[in-house]
């Protein structure tokens, strides 16, 4: 593939591929990306997941809007992965910047997917101003009202229930090699830190964390780091496992479903918020001891703010005087209201395009800057 550090292969047949296909054409099996000379290195200098550059796609251009080095912390005795620390709130947003770093740099203008919730809102965030998206809905009684205010509030998107091919559409479903590249940089950061545990846990439901992590591990071994983790499916028990989890080498927990509800009344209890699929992998986690469990824990649905209120008057009088500025650096500014409020605001003010952010990286932590990118 010219100067580039990888190919696209089949992990069914094995054919060598010439393009991310969601499935291989000839077999129908999942298909990776594999690399030529495969070393991991990290780059501080690089945004986002892109620090892991030697172990990821070489692109043309990079996309990143901070996605990466969510925080590990330990809740009720249980070592956390936090991924609601990414730009929408999912660990799918390290997929969509290797998705829209791909578009980018191949001068993809149309792209499909299929809808999933998650995935859907991050892809769309990550693909503004790349390219339009045309997202297949197989089923009306999916689509969660945030995500109906999201999708139908952007120019860039069509909605369709045809499950068609419209020229040189690109089809990008969620299980792709690109998605599989994006989710697997959870492992080189907590090998990248050192988090010492024998099992990183992940709730499961398509299969496609699960197995991205356990593809995360092996690249390490091939460029000969040893980093010592299994990684474990945690599912209800008698839950149907995806295909992908049980054919290629994924270890799985069943737990009961009332240790789960136990596992939700402990995180309530202790002021955190998450879905009941999450909290299976932190149940999982605290049986087996020496694990992480990956979590969307405190994930706040994605909402537009439509008001135009006197905060929002004194957030853009703040940005004309001082350029750029933190959420906490304003509320310093204007301790009349609460942080949380500035968080609220700004966040409409960014999808409205009202405000442009930046995330900058230090040591292993991010600051997210604010400035005007319009006249409101």
């Known amino acids: 593939m010219g100067n580039n550090n990888y190919f696209y292969r089949c992990i069914g ?19 990776i990306i594999e690399y030529s000379e495969p070393r991991f290195r990290v780059d501080k200098s690089r945004p986002g997941i892109w620090r892991y550059g030697s172990l990821l796609p070489r692109f043309g251009e990079t996309v990143s809007h901070g996605e990466g080095l969510t925080p590990i912390s330990s809740v009720d005795g249980v070592l956390v992965k936090n991924e609601k620390k990414n730009p929408t709130g999912t660990y799918a947003d390290r997929a969509s910047a290797v998705i829209a770093s791909y578009a980018r740099s191949t001068g993809v203008r149309l792209m499909a997917t299929e809808y999933i919730e998650a995935f859907t809102q991050s892809l769309l965030y990550y693909l503004k101003g790349i390219a339009k998206v045309r997202v297949l809905v197989r089923s009306l009684d999916s ?11 952007m120019n860039n998107v069509d909605v369709t229930t045809k499950d068609t091919i419209i020229g040189d559409e690109a089809r990008i479903n969620y299980l792709n090699p690109l998605t599989i590249e994006g989710l697997k940089t959870i492992v080189f950061e ?15 439901e398509t299969g496609v964390l699960a197995y991205s992590l356990v593809k995360g591990l092996d690249d390490l071994r091939r460029a000969g780091a040893e980093p010592g983790y299994t990684v474990v499916a945690a599912v209800v028990k008698g839950a149907s496992v995806p295909e992908i989890v049980k054919r290629h080498g994924v270890k799985v927990a069943e737990i009961e479903a009332e240790e789960v509800l136990d596992a939700l ?18 149940a999982v986690a605290r049986i087996l001891g020496s694990s992480v469990a990956v979590l969307t824990m405190g994930f706040k649905p994605y909402r537009l703010y439509t008001g135009r209120g006197q905060l929002r008057e004194e957030i853009i009088e703040l940005l004309r005087e001082k350029g750029r500025m933190t959420a906490y650096e304003m509320w310093k500014e204007r301790q009349s209201y609460t942080l949380r409020a500035f968080y609220k605001v700004l966040r409409g003010m960014e999808a409205r395009g009202e405000v442009c952010s930046e995330v900058v990286v230090r040591g292993a932590r991010k600051v997210k800057y604010f400035k005007l990118c319009k006249n409101p």
């Open 143 to 153: 689509l969660s009202m945030d995500d109906i205010v999201r999708i139908y509030g």
């Open 13 to 31: 047949c094995g054919r060598e591929l010439d393009a991310p296909y969601s499935a291989c054409p000839f077999c129908g099996g999942p298909v």
């Open 190 to 204: 907590l090998y990248e830190r050192g988090v010492r545990a024998e099992n990183i846990v992940v709730p499961v």
């Open 265 to 282: 009344g402990r995180l309530t209890k202790k002021g955190f918020v998450t879905m009941p699929i999450s909290a299976v992998s932190f």
